[in-house]
């Protein structure tokens, strides 16, 4: 099925005007950063030419217009997230608020912590520095196999890390039902989000944090959350003091605020915030059901051009029916230098997509010897687009492939 939403959409990203070398923009490499919307764009503007003071800082009236409009975009980012107002934390992005619950819990070297084994780098190394981690293993197909995960719980972690949906397969995870599980094994449960997020896929039960960036979501880049579930926030022991992060100070003692402000030491990204808050309402404008329709639509074309080209592999379930997001990553038979076939891609197509491991060298390992080619999409793509690259890449195997 086809979604009229990148039709309404595309006027609304000035970047999607540009022409690359005569030819069209298509940017397909969303799993990595969005492009930005004209109001994201416009609500930077506003806070630096109308606003531009810091936040609870002084009683003038610029600083309490900032202070308000902060605190509004921290109750949006709540709503759209599903936890309470005092429950957000903002960050630089979702590397830095999984490192804060890692290195916030007070773990110690022998603590176990589960993490997924097609998680992002940044959803195991933090874990691997604090902790003991041992992975969630992964079917053929990388599908969490589940038998595993349960005998796992038996050894009682005292975390349990998932990640939603993978950048690299673009699946989802039953994390809602893992996370149930790892709560009634006792665990402290965190989720990454990065990847689910921008399409509205979040409010979760037994989750303690969640974690997830603006820049991935339409907002700009520099801004990142991390929600604490039913109190979960005050688990943690503040990284960095300072600034922001006291009630009162003398020379002896210091009382701490209370989260999320302990946890925000310094002056934060005002700008990055009044950005989100932007695409925040821009998404909602559009609906996660438009959304995730959209996302079905383009997951399953993927799927289908892929499954019909012997020359290509899918990293992943390759079921057009699998529940995925419009992220695939493909290794091409007789093709090693994936970078190269994403820089024909990029200089003679137009066509923006990412070479490499994704940050997810472990999962790539597994299923390939060499790096894939990941080609992610969101609202302002079409089918037509998605259709484009992999007739590119019919063309691109043929200058490019070794003789066999
Ligand atoms: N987790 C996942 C699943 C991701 O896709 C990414 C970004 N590729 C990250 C974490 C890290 O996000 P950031 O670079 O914004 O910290």
């Given at each position: 099925s086809v979604t009229d939403l990148p039709r309404r959409v595309r006027a609304d990203f000035p970047i999607l005007g540009r022409r690359m070398d005569g030819r069209d923009l298509v940017y397909l490499d969303n799993a990595a950063t969005t492009l930005k919307p004209r109001p994201v764009v416009d609500e930077l503007t506003r806070y630096y030419t109308e606003v531009s003071a810091n936040i609870h800082r002084g009683k003038h009236r610029l600083s309490e217009t900032a202070s308000a409009d902060f605190e509004a975009v921290r109750r949006q980012v709540a709503h759209f997230a599903g936890v309470r107002g005092d429950e957000v934390v903002f960050t630089l992005n979702t590397t830095e608020a999984l490192n804060l619950v890692a290195s916030g819990l007070g773990l110690e070297a022998g603590d176990v912590v589960l993490v997924p084994f097609d998680g992002h780098h940044s959803n195991a190394l933090p874990w691997r520095r604090h902790a003991r981690a041992r992975h969630i293993p992964v079917d053929g197909s990388g599908r969490v196999d589940l038998d595993a995960y349960e005998k796992l719980l038996r050894g009682r972690p005292r975390v349990v890390a998932l990640s939603h949906c993978s950048n690299v397969t673009g699946v989802y995870a039953p994390v809602q039902k893992m996370a149930t599980m790892a709560k009634e094994a006792g665990?402290?449960?965190?989720?990454?989000?990065?990847?689910?997020?921008?399409?509205?896929?979040?409010?979760?039960?037994?989750?303690?944090?969640?974690?997830?960036?603006?820049?991935?979501?339409?907002?700009?880049?520099?801004?990142?959350?991390?929600?604490?579930?039913?109190?979960?926030?005050?688990?943690?022991?503040?990284?960095?003091?300072?600034?922001?992060?006291?009630?009162?100070?003398?020379?002896?003692?210091?009382?701490?605020?209370?989260?999320?402000?302990?946890?925000?030491?310094?002056?934060?990204?005002?700008?990055?915030?009044?950005?989100?808050?932007?695409?925040?309402?821009?998404?909602?404008?559009?609906?996660?059901?438009?959304?995730?329709?959209?996302?079905?639509?383009?997951?399953?074309?993927?799927?289908?051009?892929a499954l019909a080209?012997?020359?290509?592999?899918?990293?992943?379930?390759?079921?057009?029916?699998?529940?995925?997001?419009?992220?695939?990553?493909?290794?091409?038979?007789?093709?090693?230098?994936?970078?190269?076939?994403?820089?024909?891609?990029?200089?003679?197509?137009?066509?923006?997509?990412?070479?490499?491991?994704?940050?997810?060298?472990?999962?790539?390992?597994?299923?390939?010897?060499?790096?894939?080619?990941?080609?992610?999409?969101?609202?302002?793509?079409?089918?037509?687009?998605?259709?484009?690259?992999?007739?590119?890449?019919?063309?691109?195997?043929?200058?490019?492939?070794?003789?066999?």
């Open positions: 665990a402290v449960t965190v989720v990454d989000a990065a990847q689910s997020a921008p399409h509205g896929r979040l409010h979760f039960d037994d989750v303690d944090f969640v974690a997830f960036s603006a820049h991935k979501m339409l907002g700009p880049t520099g801004v990142g959350v991390l929600c604490g579930a039913d109190g979960a926030l005050s688990l943690l022991d503040p990284p960095n003091l300072g600034g922001g992060t006291v009630d009162w100070v003398d020379t002896e003692r210091y009382q701490l605020r209370r989260p999320p402000h302990c946890l925000e030491a310094g002056t934060p990204n005002i700008g990055g915030v009044y950005g989100l808050g932007a695409a925040i309402a821009y998404l909602d404008r559009i609906g996660a059901a438009a959304l995730a329709a959209h996302d079905r639509a383009l997951a399953r074309r993927q799927a289908a051009e080209r012997p020359y290509l592999r899918v990293l992943g379930p390759a079921s057009p029916s699998a529940d995925r997001s419009a992220t695939i990553s493909l290794a091409i038979r007789g093709v090693r230098n994936l970078r190269e076939v994403a820089r024909i891609l990029s200089d003679s197509y137009g066509i923006m997509c990412r070479s490499g491991h994704m940050c997810a060298q472990p999962l790539v390992d597994r299923f390939t010897d060499s790096e894939v080619l990941r080609i992610s999409a969101y609202l302002y793509n079409d089918e037509a687009q998605v259709a484009r690259v992999f007739a590119a890449l019919d063309e691109i195997v043929e200058t490019v492939a070794a003789p066999a």
